[in-house]
């Protein structure tokens, strides 16, 4: 069997067994969040009305390593360790002396990497008698992971979804319900920050947190969570980049010198590539770590690092990020998952170091690479992923240039089989590029807080 037809695994032995903290071996430590009100770093209590107490210190932690608790690795085990698969057939089609690796969080029961924090956060909400979850959701990847979660552990959940994906995704939605999720439209008529826009504005990621938030935030059984950005989030999605490490190691490489995932609120990006950045801080490893957005919504190489809000309507706790200013409403792109205003504090800050690069990319450049690696590796990847191939793409054929040999580490993070709209658009001529023009991007900027 040829590389591209085996699944790099793991025994038992090898298993993760623990999430992996940055904050731990970072060189200086990220700024603190800061009240809303007081601008005053924000302390456990502060958090408590959306966050059980166990999140809460996952998110303060300066521990390098947390447990995975047993129940989480049960349903772990459903589909972990995703598979580190060698793109071989993509490899020949490119020419390149470059060996490509895709670590697939596609088989996950949500089609996507989602879980692996939705799960351990519906865990710990369960411990303390919380019986409803809140959430927003962009193209419906974390809406239905979830949803999912809440399925396993007996509680509600209540999803608020980007109207431009509500309306263009109605798979996404159904899939929500299949698994028990309520889904409304965001903006909606149910919240005071719902009502500050029009019932047919498009709306934004920033605007369905504000949604979730205030509703949370009304009742005592009710609880929050969050997809992406938060420091808790991104310690859960760690096990994709230990699991990479250990299979690389199986399929007989040293390290990887290039690591590439897409960027939104940072989840993904982060789970794969904060353990391999732990080994670029101890010296066993030296990869470039490449962080890809979208050039409509550029967050890391043209928006700010300062002090923003994490909604719109102001509700969440300021936090020392890349913005494009909490007002910030992107276009209405495919990779719906890539649509938020901000970057997660711990990506910006390693950003902000010169830790991790970060470029941004067309959409249309991403849909030819994806296509190219469906009818290569017979994957169709989702519209967020396709970011980090494009870029893998380029990396590789500037190898083939060069006659360097180079391992590319690519972070897959979910399938695009709900989402072959997007593609129809793509290959009917319909897609257009949409970036950010200047004007937009001050105007929003004028309304970041001044801290």
Same mark, same amino acid.
């Given at each position: 069997? +040829?590389?591209?037809?085996?699944?790099?695994?793991?025994?038992?032995?090898?298993?993760?067994?623990? *999430?992996?903290?940055?904050?731990?071996?970072?060189?200086?430590?990220?700024?603190?969040?800061?009240?809303?009100?007081?601008?005053?770093? $924000?302390?456990?209590?502060?958090?408590?009305?959306? @966050?059980?107490?166990?999140?809460?210190?996952? #998110? /303060?932690?300066?521990?390098?390593? $947390?447990?995975?608790?047993?129940?989480?690795?049960?349903?772990?085990?459903?589909?972990?360790?995703? %598979?580190?698969?060698?793109?071989?057939? *993509?490899?020949?089609?490119?020419?390149?002396?470059?060996?490509?690796?895709?670590?697939?969080?596609?088989? =996950?029961?949500?089609?996507?990497?989602?879980?692996?924090?939705?799960?351990?956060?519906?865990?710990?909400?369960?411990?303390?008698?919380?019986?409803?979850?809140?959430?927003?959701?962009?193209?419906?990847? *974390?809406?239905?992971?979830?949803?999912?979660?809440?399925?396993?552990?007996?509680?509600?959940?209540? $999803? *608020?979804?980007?109207?431009?994906?509500?309306?263009?995704?109605?798979?996404?939605?159904?899939?929500?319900? $299949?698994?028990?999720?309520?889904?409304?439209?965001?903006?909606?008529?149910?919240?005071?920050?719902?009502?500050?826009?029009?019932?047919?504005? %498009?709306? =934004?990621?920033?605007?369905?947190? =504000?949604?979730?938030?205030?509703?949370?935030?009304?009742?005592?059984?009710?609880?929050?969570?969050?997809?992406?950005?938060?420091?808790?989030?991104?310690?859960?999605?760690?096990?994709?980049?230990?699991?990479?490490?250990?299979?690389?190691?199986?399929?007989?490489?040293?390290?990887?010198?290039?690591?590439?995932?897409?960027?939104?609120?940072?989840?993904?990006?982060?789970?794969?590539? @904060?353990?391999?950045?732990?080994?670029?801080?101890?010296?066993?490893? +030296?990869?470039?770590?490449?962080? /890809?957005?979208?050039?409509?919504?550029?967050?890391?190489?043209?928006?700010?690092?300062?002090?923003? @809000?994490?909604?719109?309507?102001?509700?969440?706790?300021?936090?020392?990020?890349?913005?494009?200013?909490?007002?910030?409403?992107?276009?209405?792109?495919?990779?719906?998952?890539?649509?938020?205003?901000?970057?997660?504090?711990?990506?910006?800050?390693?950003?902000?170091?010169?830790?991790? #690069?970060?470029?941004?990319?067309?959409?249309?450049?991403?849909?030819?690479?994806?296509?190219? @690696?469906?009818?290569?590796?017979?994957?169709?990847?989702?519209?967020?992923?396709?970011?980090?191939?494009?870029?893998?793409?380029?990396?590789?054929?500037?190898?083939?240039? =060069?006659?360097?040999?180079?391992?590319?580490?690519?972070?897959? +993070?979910?399938?695009?089989?709900?989402?072959?709209?997007?593609?129809?658009?793509?290959? +009917?001529?319909?897609?257009?590029?949409?970036?950010?023009?200047?004007?937009?991007?001050?105007?929003?900027?004028? #309304?970041?807080? /001044?801290?």
């Amino acid at each position: 069997m +040829s590389d591209d037809q085996v699944m790099f695994t793991l025994d038992e032995s090898e298993q993760v067994t623990h *999430w992996y903290n940055l904050v731990a071996d970072l060189p200086t430590p990220p700024p603190p969040p800061l009240h809303p009100g007081t601008r005053e770093p $924000v302390g456990p209590d502060d958090l408590a009305p959306l @966050f059980p107490i166990e999140l809460i210190m996952q #998110e /303060v932690t300066t521990e390098r390593y $947390v447990e995975i608790p047993e129940p989480v690795r049960e349903v772990y085990r459903q589909y972990r360790p995703s %598979p580190l698969f060698r793109a071989r057939r *993509w490899e020949q089609k490119l020419g390149t002396p470059a060996r490509i690796y895709y670590k697939y969080e596609g088989v =996950s029961p949500a089609g996507s990497h989602k879980t692996n924090t939705s799960v351990p956060q519906v865990y710990y909400n369960s411990l303390n008698g919380v019986t409803r979850l809140t959430t927003e959701t962009g193209a419906g990847q *974390w809406g239905t992971a979830l949803s999912y979660a809440c399925s396993l552990f007996g509680m509600e959940c209540e $999803v *608020w979804q980007v109207g431009a994906s509500y309306d263009t995704k109605p798979q996404r939605r159904t899939l929500i319900e $299949v698994f028990g999720g309520t889904v409304h439209r965001s903006p909606s008529r149910m919240t005071e920050s719902g009502k500050a826009f029009p019932e047919d504005h %498009p709306g =934004s990621l920033g605007i369905a947190i =504000s949604e979730a938030v205030e509703l949370a935030a009304q009742d005592e059984n009710t609880k929050y969570a969050l997809g992406s950005v938060l420091n808790h989030v991104l310690l859960h999605q760690t096990v994709i980049g230990e699991e990479a490490l250990r299979q690389l190691a199986k399929a007989g490489e040293s390290g990887a010198d290039v690591v590439i995932g897409c960027a939104g609120g940072g989840s993904n990006f982060a789970g794969l590539s @904060f353990p391999f950045l732990r080994e670029k801080l101890a010296g066993t490893q +030296s990869p470039r770590i490449l962080a /890809v957005e979208p050039t409509s919504c550029p967050t890391l190489t043209r928006g700010e690092y300062r002090y923003d @809000f994490g909604d719109t309507a102001g509700l969440t706790p300021l936090m020392k990020m890349y913005t494009l200013g909490h007002d910030f409403v992107p276009s209405p792109i495919h990779a719906g998952g890539l649509r938020y205003h901000g970057m997660a504090p711990l990506v910006s800050h390693a950003v902000h170091e010169g830790l991790i #690069e970060a470029t941004a990319l067309h959409q249309s450049e991403c849909f030819e690479s994806a296509l190219e @690696f469906a009818r290569t590796q017979g994957i169709v990847a989702a519209p967020e992923s396709s970011h980090a191939l494009a870029q893998a793409r380029r990396e590789a054929l500037a190898a083939a240039e =060069s006659g360097e040999e180079k391992v590319i580490v690519i972070g897959l +993070s979910g399938h695009g089989l709900l989402e072959l709209g997007a593609y129809d658009s793509f290959l +009917s001529g319909r897609l257009e590029d949409d970036p950010l023009s200047q004007e937009a991007l001050d105007a929003a900027l004028a #309304e970041v807080p /001044v801290v």
